[in-house]
């Protein structure tokens, strides 16, 4: 198999990848439940932790099957396929896996959640996964490469309902954003110039507005009438930002996206002025969720190895919990009482896990 050149230096500052192998081949489920218990701890903040496996990324919940999916690019030397992890949402307890022939990264449900959507970032393709039976049901690649001679990798996935499909951006330079059919997978528009390597996506689909995060420190607002960018905001203080992830405060019209690279900060927009109102510290920043019902902001601090609850209001932090060695994606559970968060572990030289990563689950204040 050839491997994909893409700088090792990118994907492991997105958290895309730590394997450069693509594998071809056919892909096998197993939807039986697991008859093993695996071992769980209690942290010391009281949060509810196990290990799962190495190279965990992002995670979905399911309602049509009740679990928890978490993504993993099976991060061993030798190994090329990865593995979709179905989770008891309270135990955490492994229900069933489905064993793909790609690596695994970011996932989104439909709204019934009986479809899974699964980006392959290093061989730049999406994949579509039945909750029901744990198959793989469709897939797509995307070819071409971008200015600096690099393939397009895919990061985050989300789901429109009103248009039955799926919004998938593209790291490269220049970046983009692609459109798929939500049952065939098949490209219906391809959003160009949304500048270097598009990362985080989120969808507001009351105001028809899907808001993207970029590499160039923008955030790029595009109408989902019909998919063209209306407006590119910049953070205006003239520094040097690579915005990552996001979350939407829409009582307050407040955007959020963090940065763990550059400014290590989190960026608030105004989302009725595109201007950005407020810089929250408190260290590096990767991942990010809004919970309206309890008014909270959870953020995930990879490189200091926890996670912090801020109230909705003032945005001060209530509680943080140590979740080491590198907490990494963040999930709000369908009722918001609980927060998941996969924990992944250093990198060996060959780019494999240096141990198993984790999941755990926070009962929310």
Excluded: C
Excluded at 88 to 113: A, I, R
Excluded at 222 to 239: F, L, M, P, S, Y
Excluded at 288 to 306: C, E, W
Excluded at 355 to 363: D, K, L, M, T, Y
């Amino acid at each position: 198999m050839p491997f994909l050149q893409i700088p090792m230096s990118r994907l492991l500052s997105f958290g895309l990848a730590l394997s450069l192998a693509a594998a071809g081949g056919a892909q096998a489920a197993d939807a039986a439940p697991s008859r093993e218990v695996q071992p769980l701890t209690i942290t010391a903040d009281g949060a509810l932790r196990r290990p799962l496996a190495p190279g965990v990324y992002e995670m979905a919940y399911s309602a049509a099957a009740q679990a928890v999916y978490v993504a993993s690019a099976e991060a061993v030397s030798g190994v090329q396929g990865g593995v979709i992890y179905k989770l008891d949402p309270e135990t955490l307890q492994t229900l069933g896996k489905t064993y793909t022939d790609e690596k695994n990264y970011g996932l989104t449900v439909d709204p019934s959640g009986a479809m899974l959507y699964i980006t392959n970032s290093t061989s730049q393709g999406v994949s579509a996964m039945d909750t029901k039976t744990g198959r793989i049901v469709a897939r797509t690649a995307f070819k071409g490469v971008g200015r600096d001679g690099f393939p397009y990798g895919t990061r985050k996935v989300r789901y429109d309902e009103r248009q039955q499909a799926v919004y998938v951006s593209g790291v490269g330079n220049p970046g983009k954003i692609w459109l798929l059919d939500g049952k065939t997978l098949e490209t219906r528009a391809t959003i160009e110039n949304a500048g270097k390597w598009v990362t985080g996506l989120l969808l507001d689909p009351a105001a028809d507005r899907l808001y993207a995060a970029n590499g160039d420190g923008e955030i790029l607002v595009i109408d989902t009438r019909d998919n063209r960018i209306a407006e590119r905001w910049k953070t205006g203080d003239g520094k040097e930002w690579l915005l990552l992830n996001l979350a939407l405060d829409k009582k307050r019209h407040r955007l959020f996206a963090t940065d763990n690279f550059k400014q290590k900060a989190i960026a608030v927009f105004d989302t009725q002025t595109g201007r950005m109102v407020r810089r929250i510290e408190g260290g590096d920043a990767l991942d990010v969720v809004f919970d309206p019902a309890r008014d909270r902001l959870s953020v995930s601090h990879r490189r200091q190895g926890t996670v912090s609850v801020l109230d909705g209001a003032s945005l001060e932090t209530i509680k943080t919990y140590a979740l080491p060695q590198l907490p990494n994606s963040l999930l709000l559970g369908p009722e918001g009482e609980s927060l998941y968060v996969t924990i992944k572990t250093p990198g060996n030289k060959d780019h494999s896990a240096s141990g198993p990563g984790s999941v755990a689950r926070i009962h929310l204040p």
